[in-house]
Each structure stands twice: as C-alpha cells, then as structure tokens.
C-alpha cells in the first residue's frame, strides 16, 4: 500500500454518519455549555463574592456526584445494547438545565444547577464515547475519537466567541460582567443546545454489537488488569488536574481581563481543534502510549509554568500550548479504552474510566482550592500551589505510564 492509500484510509470524509453526528451533537452542546461554564467561575468570584475554596467545592461536588451514573449508564448499555436513547436522556436533561442558570443569586442555586448538568453528563458519557468505538473499525479509532474531540473544541470555541462578543457589547456599554449579562449570555446557550439533542436524535442509528456475549454482571476484575492498572496511573494523574476554573482565576489574578480570560480560552480551543484528529490518526500508527506520553509531558511543563508565571504574557503563551496537551492526550486516552477491553464490556470500561475520574475530580478541586487559599483559619500557600502540585502529580503519573507495558495485542497501545 502506498502513502497516498494510507491517507485516504485515514482521512476523516471516510467517518461514517455514526461519528459525524456524535461529533456535531457535542459541537452544538459545547456551544451551550462553554459560553456558560468559563464565565461562571468569574460570576461566582466577581459578582457573588465567592472564594476559591468554595468553588472548588462546587466544581468538586458537580463532577463528582453524578460519577456513579457514568458507571451505571455504561454498563446497562452493555447489558441493553442500546447506546443512542441514554446518551439522547443525558444531553436532554443538560439542555433541560440549562435555563435555571438565568435565575442563579446564590452560589448555592450555581451549585444545584451545575450539578443536574453534569448529572447529565454522567447519563450521557459513557454510552457516547461506546457508540463511537462501536462505529469505528480498530484501524480508525484513533482517529475517530480525535475527530469527536475535535468537533466538541471547535464548539467549545464557537461558545466562547460568542460569549466574548456578548461581554465585549456590555462592556462598550460600560456594564461589567454582572448579574445582567450573565443572564444573556445564558439565554444565548439555549438554543445550541436543543440544536445538540435534535442532532443525535435525528443523525444517529443504534449499532448492532459486533460480539453476540453478554456483558458480565458488573465486577470490576471482568475488565483485565490491564485496564485497571491503566486506571491507577490516569487516576493518579487527574489528582493533580483540578478544574480548568482555576486557570481562569489565574488569568485573571496574573491580570487579564475578562474579554482577555474568554479570548485566551477561544485560542486555546483553537489549538485543541487543530491538534485533537491529526494526533488520534497518528495514534494509530504510532502507538497510543506514545502520544499520551508527549501530551503529559507538556502538561507536566505548562503546569509548571502556569504556577511560575508572573506576567499576563506568559499566561497566554502557557494556555496555547495548554490546547496541544489536551488534542494530543485527551482523545487517545479514549481511544486507549477501547483497545484494552472486550467489545461486550466497551460501556462498563467508559462509565469506569469517566466514574473514577469524575469521583477524582472532586479531591482534586478541593485540594487545589484548598492550597490556593487555605481554609479555617489557614490561609494556604497562594496562587502558585495548585499547579506546581498539579505538575508533581502528572509528572509521577508520567513515569508509571512509561514503566508500565500492558500486555495485550493491539498495536496501537503499545
């Protein structure tokens, strides 16, 4: 086979309607969702006098509470073999959510509403990132997960464009970003996201299991000890990998403004956009091993330098690079998933994999709120502390991850 053969194998018009439609639905839903979540922890710390702890806890609790439902919406999609209707009943009740934002006073009703829509999420996760592997071969996984990336970061792009513009023209106006605008901006995100649930209802079909065995009743030893000691080493790394709001309240703590915070995240998903489907194509040439190894240690540097930085420059330098981290690691991790696992069990590893990592969120938040600003009566160890933690706990993860060789036979994880 020559090089031109190789190309088109691995080009992206050659996706099945499966992945198109996933990857348009997660488009339309990061519209939504981006132009809400990255102002939210400004609204929470500007307008409603919160401090960093608590948002912590409140990013914390979000992510973790509905962690279970990603365990269990993943493994009754292996049991049902049906993926599209649970994914379809958690972008539904995120969408559902959305509007109880417009009425958000307190971060308490911020809290509640964030937390329906990531339970949501948690519905809605492991039975999507299923059906895409269930729609791919294995010679294109890869590049299918880094297409699916690719097309939720070009939303969260789009989201935060629009998101800057609405903030811009209540600036020009001489308005800050209060109650008023968020409130717009709210409003805003409601139809991209009815746009996300009309997209996988009417554009994607359920895909009959390639492997007529039963999922197992529910044991985490049925998924391999490949997969499990893959889950220490990920865990371990997403300790230190607290919210991304905390980069934000770095921005602007380092001095950038809010227009600035939204045009930095808008470069940042750029990157993310351009990097996520060449990286997860080169994945399944090259190893998926090696690309997360590349990917974490870039985020082992700009973590670093993210708790170094001392002028607004260097924050915007950190956060492009920043998007190279996530287009290189982020969607091969997944993909990585479905090489280590049986096609029967494909739901129960997602929802694992997005259980034990949304159940890590939380500590990890608190512990980086916690470090930043202390709690009772301490007053911790300042802006820097997160992220020089973050870089300590990615770079051990790191070296696991280069020591460890699973065995198993795809090539592409080796």
Known sequence: MNNKDVKEKNSIKDLPRNIWAVGLT???????????????????????????????????????????????????????????????????????????????????????????????KGIRTAPRDALVADSISEEKRGLAFGFHRAADTAGAMVGLLVALLIVWMAQSSNVELGQATFRTVVLASLIPAFLAVLSLVLGVKE???????????????????????????????????SSDSFLVLRAQERGISVIGILGLLAVFNLVYTV????????????????????????????????????????????????????????GTTKAMVADLVPVELRGTAYGTYNAILGI?????????????????????????????????????ALVMFILWKPPVNNPAVS
């Open 26 to 120: 997660s488009f339309f839903m990061d519209v939504s969702s981006e132009m809400v979540i990255n102002i939210l922890p400004l609204f929470l710390s500007n307008v409603l006098g919160v401090k960093t702890n608590i948002i912590g806890l409140i990013e914390g609790v979000a992510e973790s509470t509905a962690s279970i439902l990603k365990l269990f919406s993943g493994w009754l999609s292996d049991k049902l073999h049906a993926r599209k209707w649970l994914a379809v009943a958690g972008y539904g009740l995120s969408a559902l959510s959305k509007p109880f934002f417009y009425f958000a006073n307190t971060w308490g009703w911020v809290a509640g509403v964030r937390w329906v829509d990531r339970v949501g």
């Open 275 to 330: 990097i996520s489907t060449p990286a997860g194509s080169l994945s399944d040439k090259v190893g998926r091993r090696n690309i997360i190894i590349g990917g974490w240690i870039v985020y082992v540097l700009v973590y670093l330098g993210f708790g170094l930085a001392s002028a607004a420059w260097q924050v915007w330098l950190l956060y492009i690079v920043y998007g190279l981290y996530y287009g290189m690691a982020y």
């Open 207 to 241: 895909v009959k299991p390639t492997s007529e065995r039963e999922a197992p009743k529910f044991a985490f030893k049925s998924l391999g000890k490949p997969f499990m000691t893959f889950m220490v080493i990920v865990g371990l790394f997403d300790l230190g990998n």
């Open 360 to 396: 890590i969120d939380f500590p990890a938040s608190l512990i980086a709120g916690i470090l930043w600003q202390g709690a009772g009566g301490w007053t911790g160890f300042g802006p820097s502390a997160p992220f020089l933690f973050g870089a300590a706990m990615a770079l051990l």
